[in-house]
């Protein structure tokens, strides 16, 4: 049987970056990743919109607020060291109405408690000198955003892993884990031991930690967000992104307008829950995502409570005029003639607990030796190696 140190459950950017942290702290551990796909980044942290957040939406005091300015600055500062190509250009967050102003204060007073580096108020002028196509009545800029490739800084990490002995088990189901004096991870290939394991499984997080014996709450509620790209311009439509103001009461930021690291511009994307934890395409089903999502109490109170937002985001997933129209709000050169054929999808692993609250906080727990990291959404790319940093924290801790 091998025995290692630590086993890292999942190769996504926050398992490789929980990886790391262990390798920085604990050069001489011999350490694990167990991957069921073939390669790193297969699931959210390669199907994301590439955006490295600035921290301004988060709650002030919450480990997202804290851990997403910190994380942002660490990425850029690997993305340095490792030559990823990278670019902080900015974003606005613009308001089209009058109706959407004490919204925007409410952003606005939480990214300064959150000291989100250089975000300010803009007014209309202001909107189209940052970004001439985009329109609005106020705005908050945070030049600090920027964009990224996040598969390729898992891939980095990867090589820093591997120079240092890290061994990867790619293509290797985790079916348990159990807890005694070392844990025992068992996976379709065989039994991998560990002194200490930690999951960082996205999608599949509440699974694995119900089988470790952990609370079945949170479970996991997947929604695909769709992604249309734009043909390629002279000059691209947007120098960085423009968002709209968020709706308060949803973990989503709405249809966006962002420009990726390698130069095509986006719209999206879109939140729709789906039939499927890797439904990237609208024909994917599975049976056991189906059945997780149809008998978890917490589906049906966020389908009685969102049922208005659910009907908008069906007619933005199932018609490309309103979803540009969408956009048009505040990027009025945007018609169906800025459309290309492609489009992109990812699924996010939202957290739900059984009183059907849309869990918003990065969250982890432990029980043992093992430690499940239960909600890593958004901005959990960006936050990485912070995350991993307040994960390997609370372990060492005890
Ligand atoms: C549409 C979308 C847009 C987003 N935009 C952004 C953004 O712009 N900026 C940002 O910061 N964040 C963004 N996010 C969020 C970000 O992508 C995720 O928070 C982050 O990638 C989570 O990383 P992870 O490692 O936890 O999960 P994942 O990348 O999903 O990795 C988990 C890994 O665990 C593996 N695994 C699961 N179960 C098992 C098992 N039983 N055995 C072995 N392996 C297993 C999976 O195969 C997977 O590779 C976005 C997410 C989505 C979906």
Same mark, same amino acid.
């Given at each position: 049987m091998t025995k290692f140190d630590v086993v890292v459950v999942g190769a996504g950017i926050v398992g490789l970056a929980v990886a790391r942290e262990v390798l920085i702290r604990r050069p001489a551990a011999t350490i694990a990743v167990v991957e069921?796909?073939?390669?790193? &980044?297969?699931?959210q942290t390669g199907h994301n919109s590439g955006v490295v957040h600035g921290g301004i939406y988060y709650e002030p005091g919450s480990l997202k607020a804290r851990l997403c300015v910190e994380g942002a600055a660490l990425m850029y500062e690997f993305a340095e060291q490792h030559a990823i190509p990278f670019e902080r250009c900015g974003k606005l967050i613009v308001a089209v109405d009058a109706a959407e102003l004490p919204r925007l204060d409410a952003l606005e007073q939480r990214g300064q408690a959150n000291r989100v580096p250089g975000l300010r108020r803009v007014g209309a002028a202001e909107i189209r000198d940052i970004e001439p196509n985009a329109t609005g009545i106020a705005a908050l800029h945070a030049p600090n955003t920027g964009i990224i490739d996040y598969p390729a800084v898992a891939r980095a990490i990867e090589g820093e892993l591997r120079a240092e002995g890290v061994e990867f088990f790619f293509d290797t189901t985790v079916t348990g884990i159990s807890d005694g004096v070392s844990c025992t991870v068992g996976t379709d290939a065989g039994p991998i031991v560990g002194q200490q394991v930690i999951v960082? &499984?996205? !999608?599949?997080s509440d699974r694995l930690a119900r089988r470790s014996g952990a609370d079945a709450s949170p479970r996991i509620v997947p929604f695909r967000g769709v992604y249309l790209e734009l043909a390629a311009t002279a000059e691209p439509v947007v120098r960085g992104m423009v968002y709209p103001v968020p709706d308060p009461t949803l973990p989503f930021l709405g249809v966006h307008v962002t420009k990726h690291i390698d130069g095509h511009v986006m719209l999206g994307p879109t939140a729709m829950l789906v039939p499927?934890?890797?439904?990237? !395409?609208?024909?994917t089903m599975r049976g056991r995502d189906i059945w997780d999502t149809a008998t978890w109490p917490g589906t049906w109170k966020i389908a009685r409570k969102f049922w208005r937002t659910g009907i908008e985001e069906i007619r933005l997933a199932t018609s490309k005029r309103a979803y540009v129209a969408a956009a048009a709000r505040y990027v009025p050169s945007l018609t169906m003639d800025s459309l290309a054929r492609g489009f992109h999808s990812g699924v996010r692993a939202q957290a739900v607990d059984r009183a059907g609250t849309l869990l918003d906080d990065f969250a982890i727990s432990r029980s043992g030796a093992v430690a499940h990291v239960r909600n890593a959404p958004s901005p959990a790319a960006t936050s990485a190696f912070s995350l991993a940093r307040e994960l390997v924290d609370r372990i060492e801790a005890n």
């Open positions: 069921k796909e073939p390669r790193v &980044a297969v699931h960082c &499984a996205g !999608l599949w499927s934890r890797d439904g990237y !395409l609208f024909r």
